[in-house]
């Protein structure tokens, strides 16, 4: 068809930051920015939107952009000596125009490689030479993949933290659950990353929340009552999931974010937080995140989350 669009375009997004739209065959979409190596938007195939940017996100060098899904490496929130969520996010990323081989289905062209290395200045904050690369896929039912390789070429060893933080866009977070963590352990970034064994069932939400579950399962079930649907999250050498919602009173002390969108939003992060990782000189780690949606009849109280846990 001579209107279709390409599967993977170069544009300018907002202050004429370079960034890259995915678009499968179906109608589905994800844009992704250069500046962060930034996933800001994803569309299934209805045209809706399933991430949360905020309306107040300010794209504009230093700022990490708030919303979508922020980088965070080489440290998750204060857990390190740098700055909050380390430096990743607030970076310019390049194309990686000579990527490693990864085993995707070769009909499967929207997707996009990108590489960030340390600066000079980057050096003096963190001393460590890696290489970053990020593959982000999206899969022909509009499953938005992220890929994350990171390779040690320095002369020693390091660790580091990590954690896609993904911000999903939801109806009404007070009719939002999320099922997979019940019973596990937690760090409460409320209560001086005290731990605690999670009580409830299934998590909701009636305030501020802000928690790093421990040792968690590979796959994590949000269900939207409002919308009838279920984000699926999938994670691999990503242990930890971190929950987090910053309700009313933080909401209005943050200068890009709006008073009231705390209601619509709700990160559940892939992580690995509490036992950081280690990599020897030319070692290579892998996060992978994997994102769909499935309808849920979670209204009419037929959803069985445990099936959707399994299948």
């Not at 669009?5 to 995915?22: A, D, R, S, T, Y």
Request: hydrophobic content about 35%; glycine content about 8%; charged content about 30%.
């Amino acid at each position: 068809m001579s209107g279709e669009k390409p599967p993977v375009e170069f544009c300018k997004g907002v202050n004429g930051l370079e960034k890259v739209v995915l678009r499968e065959v179906r109608g589905s979409s994800a844009e992704v920015y250069l500046y962060g190596g930034h996933v800001t938007s994803w569309k299934n195939d209805h045209g809706e939107e399933l991430l949360f940017l905020s309306t107040k996100a300010i794209f504009k060098p230093p700022k990490a952009i708030r919303g979508g899904i922020p980088i965070c490496f080489p440290q998750f929130g204060s857990h390190g000596n740098l700055e909050q969520h380390g430096f990743a996010r607030n970076r310019l990323w390049s194309i990686d125009s000579d990527p490693p081989p990864f085993p995707t289905v070769s009909s499967n062209k929207a997707f996009i490689d990108l590489i960030f290395k340390p600066s000079e200045d980057d050096l003096k904050l963190w001393p460590h030479s890696y290489e970053f690369r990020l593959r982000i896929t999206l899969g022909p039912g509009g499953d938005l993949m992220l890929t994350s390789r990171i390779r040690n070429t320095d002369g020693k060893p390091f660790s580091f933290t990590f954690a896609y933080h993904t911000y999903f866009s939801v109806s009404d977070i007070s009719e939002v659950r999320v099922e997979g963590l019940e019973t596990l352990d937690y760090l409460d970034n409320l209560k001086a990353k005290e731990r605690f064994t999670e009580q409830g069932d299934a998590i909701t939400f009636e305030s501020e929340v802000d928690k790093i579950y421990l040792g968690t399962p590979s796959k994590i079930a949000i269900l939207d009552h409002e919308k009838k649907r279920t984000f699926v999250l999938r994670k691999d050498g990503l242990p930890d999931a971190v929950v987090w919602n910053p309700w009313e009173k933080k909401a209005k002390s943050m200068a890009d974010f709006g008073d009231d969108e705390y209601k619509h939003m709700l990160c559940v992060e892939a992580a690995a937080i509490e036992k950081p990782i280690t990599l020897k000189p030319g070692e290579e780690w892998k996060g992978r995140l994997e994102l769909s949606t499935v309808p849920s009849s979670y209204r009419s109280g037929q959803l069985d989350p445990q099936r959707v846990l399994q299948g």
